[in-house]
């Protein structure tokens, strides 16, 4: 596209650039060649009038290229938007898979956390109770043995000396 364009553009300039020149060599011809001022000046009002209108046809070929040239960039700028909105759109669905996979993981983390806790909450606390019916069994036993020594100790036919 770019190098239609610079050879397109270069092919007007060289053709521009004939014209300029053939009508100033026409003009400086006129001018050197000895003719009445009658005719002179009627080859001259041909002569501009030559490059009026080939001034105004490279008016409208200039305004036709521009004409063309703003509607391809409008087009590529629509296209180009498009193509932002659909990439972004793409990245923004990602983005919220991802977000949405992290925040599975992390709730799949939080409760494997919490049941691990629970088990060990739930171990401690069997361990704890365990503890406390050997603890509650020993002082019975104790307390048991000490009924027993109390007993044998306050008995009629106990042999304490006073």
């Not at 305004?63 to 087009?75: C, F, I, N, P, Y």
């Amino acid at each position: 596209m770019s190098t239609v364009n610079t050879t397109e553009s270069r092919s007007s300039s060289l053709l521009l650039g004939t014209v300029v020149g053939a009508a100033t060599g026409a003009l400086v011809a006129l001018l050197m060649a000895p003719k009445t001022g009658r005719e002179l000046r009627s080859d001259l009002m041909e002569v501009v009038n030559t490059i009026q209108t080939k001034g105004a046809e490279y008016m409208a070929m200039a305004k036709e290229k521009a004409a063309d040239t703003a509607s391809m960039v409008k087009e590529k700028a629509a296209d180009t938007a498009t193509m932002v909105k659909e990439r972004g759109s793409e990245l923004i669905e990602k983005a919220q898979q991802t977000t949405t996979t992290a925040a599975d993981a992390s709730h799949e983390a939080i409760d494997q956390a919490a049941s691990v806790s629970e088990q060990k909450l739930n171990q401690a606390a069997d361990s704890a109770h365990k503890a406390l019916e050997s603890a509650s069994s020993a002082a019975q036993s104790s307390l048991d043995k000490a009924e027993d020594s109390t007993d044998k100790s306050t008995s009629p036919y106990s042999t304490t000396r006073y």
